[in-house]
């Protein structure tokens, strides 16, 4: 077997005979800008690389005599010998094909990032994913933009499962997700507790799998005039690999340290007047799961790539896959919350991105994903059963008490098929249709219904819901070489539909029983259950509530918008847009909404940026007929809550008006210049938005004979205005003259405020609507600053990046505002005074090395927080997530260490 590895490892160490050699270069189209995600390859293997945000590109090939092949969608492919060289400077000729070269932010086929009018961060998350070890989209993309925020949730219920993510400190829904430009579904989740972005529903990144992305582009401003409902903080392209880059993958393997440091336990005590708890997840020591462990979380990722050609004019396929497995963690906490900590998950993935050319100048392409997610999370504990013990639990069933646990599956598909055709005089239409559906399911394990005593099974299908979209769209575009320096002319039109569903789940779920253990529908014949102790235990599965027949939901709405786009380059300097977008919806009306852009080049490595906008987000589905009864504790007691849906009677009765669409205004300023290897953006933003759509506080329901003693709701409840700058700084050292050894340093920073201007709670008491626990929630969405700085190291063989991360101080209120709810600003006072909680400023080390043995296999192996950092507020026992802290900055998972195999054949 050792001479077997010993062949093994020869056989991947083994070197070219031939002299290889480096080449550098920039991509430019025929106006001499450059070009993003130019594929080239080394002709005759498999070798290649794509340009990055400035064109440019290194690439080691065997031999000074290689021939370089460039290939670019809506461009005729050139072969090029390198003869030697170790610069090229290459324009591309637009051809006949005729696919998507467009950057989000603008639909001109020849707008470049760097030359937008708008900032756009582009983002090349298979690197990053290789380097650092992070495994999902949402994680990548927390450290590599600066001003997108998602940090894992715990004792959530829902976001649990997905995490909730945001950009410039908005919500999950205000951020507007493409794939190769076309817009993608929402997940049917719509966050509710304990989470950061409650009341909103986001879209999933994570199902979409990492080894087929191509790169990710952000766009920092608002968009709705162009893409329509949601793009208020701005829009996120997800571009997937269209290359013909053969086999390529890895294997990856992490895990997180359980050490939260040596005096953390005794901190805790020390704020507890003398109460000496019992702690659980302390040093790996006192677990749930009853192990000793110095490692946990463990996560294994595998993923492959495979591209290839179709035919010999253009056209191509992509797959991609990925498996990943993932460990729960845990966490300090008390003994009311002895599974804290991010939930396990087992994951599958697959994506396709293709195209064929039908004719000269016609096009067919397709793309889909499809994500398959199992999870597993703890939910709060349920205490010992006892005459003055949790009524939850039943006896004969868990005579200790118990952690029930909320698992998922999660299903998110979504498909894209278009014809793309170049009609006469140079017109290009786009033609397409798309479908996505996501459908998230909850199975309650470890748990009982207590109403049914010793029968009580131990799980149950809670039921779930679903969120289906179509669009079909149609666009036009030309541009016009010949009007001043370039004239781009796009409209099109876009009709969607939206159908969200909530299925119920099995009667134990969500049934309160009687005492001879038929569930109760006429209260008033039907005497409750009674335990051994004279005590009415509350039904349902503890855990999570399962949906009832009562909650069924099948909504269906559509919507007609039509656009106009307009880009002008005025002259060598001077680049000015427009836009313009009428909307209409069958459940609320209609919208009209306006951009107006400009560039101005003060000089070849210097220009000035602004914008103005208006946008709009219509109210979701989900938040329009979303409807639960669950258990809430409210003033210390145990409560029966309404979440009453906005077209209920119930909300009629509290005043609640129909659910309309936000509305946003946008203004953004900036700036970019370069000077050699160096490159800067700053841009600052101001985003005003009105009729914000929120999760209400609860209110006493107890005179309604709903079924429940309080009630709350989705409302258009908040105005807010959002200000910040965004600071973007890039630096390049090649350090001789074979372009062979490079070092890379970057800083990208984000300060951020939200605050909210007005509470729209009309004649409803203002602390109960929306009180100061549920305000810093929504302001503290983000932190006021977060800053990246990494530097990087390439060579031949080696390559090394260090990033330091670091957050702002985080100020919230904690859980006693909701166990003693302030009603009026006396008691706010009050309150303020003991329940606000402040996370000091922190930051994050990440360390990562890599070692190519030949330019087929590659090792990466480091550490990500590698200083074992946590949030760190003054711990009093009262945190919402009910462990030692809340997931804000960098979460609550610790140190995490890593390694990665990957190879390209």
């Not at 901190?267 to 110095?294: A, C, H």
């Not at 396709?352 to 067919?364: D, W």
């Not at 959002?722 to 600071?727: H, Q, R």
């Amino acid at each position: 077997m050792k001479n077997l590895l010993l062949i093994a490892i020869s056989i991947i160490t083994i070197e070219s005979v031939n002299a290889q050699h480096l080449v550098k270069g920039q991509v430019f189209d025929s106006r001499n800008e450059a070009l993003v995600g130019v594929n080239i390859s080394e002709k005759g293997t498999l070798n290649g690389t794509a340009t990055d945000l400035d064109g440019t590109f290194t690439l080691e090939v065997a031999t000074s005599s290689a021939i370089l092949v460039f290939s670019y969608t809506g461009f005729t492919t050139q072969e090029i010998a390198v003869e030697g060289k170790s610069s090229l400077s290459v324009t591309m000729i637009e051809g006949i094909t005729i696919g998507v070269v467009q950057v989000v932010g603008s639909r001109s086929y020849g707008r470049t990032a760097t030359n937008s009018a708008a900032p756009i961060d582009v983002i090349d998350v298979s690197e990053i994913a290789s380097a650092t070890g992070r495994g999902e989209i949402n994680q990548i993309m927390q450290y590599a933009a600066p001003s997108f925020n998602a940090t894992k949730q715990s004792g959530s219920d829902g976001a649990d499962h997905i995490d909730p993510a945001s950009l410039r400190g908005l919500g999950p829904d205000q951020t507007l997700v493409l794939v190769n430009g076309k817009r993608r579904h929402h997940s049917s989740l719509v966050n509710v507790f304990g989470t950061r972005g409650r009341g909103n529903s986001g879209t999933d990144l994570n199902a979409i799998p990492i080894s087929a992305i191509k790169r990710i582009e952000v766009l920092r401003d608002g968009a709705s005039a162009q893409y329509g409902s949601d793009a208020i903080a701005g829009v996120i392209n997800v571009v997937l690999k269209d290359g013909n880059d053969g086999l390529s993958g890895g294997i990856s393997y992490g895990t997180y340290s359980t050490k939260v440091g040596a005096d953390y336990a005794r901190q805790i005590f020390d704020t507890q007047d003398g109460w000496e708890p019992e702690l659980f997840n302390i040093e790996g020591k006192n677990r749930l799961d009853g192990k000793e462990k110095s490692f946990d979380g463990n996560t294994t990722r595998l993923d492959l790539n495979y591209g290839f050609n179709l035919g010999t004019n253009g056209g191509y396929i992509n797959f991609g896959t990925e498996y990943l497995a993932r460990d729960r963690t845990l966490r300090p906490g008390f003994d009311y919350r002895k599974g804290y900590g991010s939930a396990a998950a087992d994951q599958y993935q697959f994506a396709l991105n293709a195209a064929m050319p039908l004719a000269e100048k016609t096009e067919f392409y397709l793309f889909g994903t499809k994500g398959d997610r199992d999870t597993d999370a703890n939910a709060f504990t349920r205490g010992a059963p006892g005459a003055d013990g949790d009524d939850r639990s039943v006896t004969s069933l868990y005579p200790d008490g118990f952690t029930p646990r909320i698992t998922s599956k999660i299903n998110d598909d979504a498909v894209t098929a278009g014809i793309r055709h170049e009609l006469d005089h140079g017109w290009k239409s786009d033609f397409s249709h798309s479908y996505g559906k996501n459908n998230f399911h909850y199975f309650i394990k470890g748990t009982n219904n207590a109403s049914l005593g010793s029968a009580s099974p131990t799980s149950f299908d809670a039921g779930g819901h679903s969120l289906a979209m179509n669009v079909t769209s149609v666009g036009l575009s030309n541009y016009f070489e010949t009007i001043a320096k370039g004239l781009n002319i796009a409209f099109g039109t876009e009709y969607r539909s939206e159908n969200f569903k909530i299925f119920a789940g099995e009667e134990g779920s969500y049934a309160n029983y009687d005492e001879n253990g038929i569930a109760i529908t006429n209260p008033a014949v039907q005497q409750p259950f009674v335990n051994e102790f004279g005590q009415q235990p509350t039904g349902g599965s503890q855990g999570f509530p399962g949906y009832s027949t009562a909650n069924v939901v099948d909504q269906f709405r559509s919507n007609f918008g039509i656009y106009g786009d307009v880009e002008l380059n005025a002259s060598d300097q001077l680049l000015v847009g427009g836009a313009l977008r009428y909307e209409n919806y069958s459940d609320f009306g209609s919208t009209f909404n306006y951009k107006l852009s400009s560039r101005y080049s003060i000089s070849e490595n210097f220009a000035l940026r602004a914008s103005i906008s208006s946008g709009f987000r219509a109210p979701s589905l989900a938040q329009i007929h979303y409807n639960l009864i669950f258990n809430n504790i409210v003033a210390g007691e145990s409560l029966s809550t309404l979440l009453a849906s906005n077209t209920s009677t119930v909300a009629k009765a509290f005043g609640i008006q129909s659910l309309k669409e936000e509305k946003a205004q946008n203004f953004a300023v900036g700036f970019t210049m370069k000077s050699g290897g160096f490159s800067a953006t700053v841009d600052g933003y101001l985003i005003n938005v009105d009729d914000r759509i929120i999760l209400t506080d609860v209110f006493d329901a107890t005179e309604l004979n709903v079924g429940a003693e309080a009630a709350q709701f989705f409302a258009n409840g908040v105005d807010t205005r959002t200000s910040g700058v965004d600071i973007v700084l890039n630096y390049k050292l090649y350090l001789d003259d074979s372009y062979a050894h490079a070092i890379n340093f970057g800083v990208a920073g984000n300060f951020n405020r939200t605050k909210i201007e007005n509470i729209n709670s009309g004649s409803l008491n203002e602390f109960t609507f929306f009180g100061p626990f549920s305000q810093a929630y929504l302001e503290a969405a983000a932190p006021d600053y977060k800053f990246a700085l990494n530097l990087g190291f390439v060579s031949h063989k080696w390559d090394a990046s260090l990033y330091w991360t670091q957050f702002s101080d985080v100020k919230i209120q904690d859980f006693q505002w909701i166990d003693s709810p302030a009603t009026n600003q006396a008691e706010a006072d009050a309150l303020y005074a003991v329940a606000t909680d402040i996370y000091k400023a922190a930051g994050t080390l990440d360390l990562s090395l890599g070692y190519k043995f030949n330019s087929t296999i590659k090792l990466s192996f480091g550490a990500n927080n590698i200083l074992n950092r946590y949030p760190t507020p003054q711990f009093d026992g009262w945190t919402d997530q009910g462990g030692f802290n809340d997931s804000v900055q960098m979460g609550s998972d610790g140190a995490y260490f890593f390694a990665r195999l990957s190879f390209n054949l």
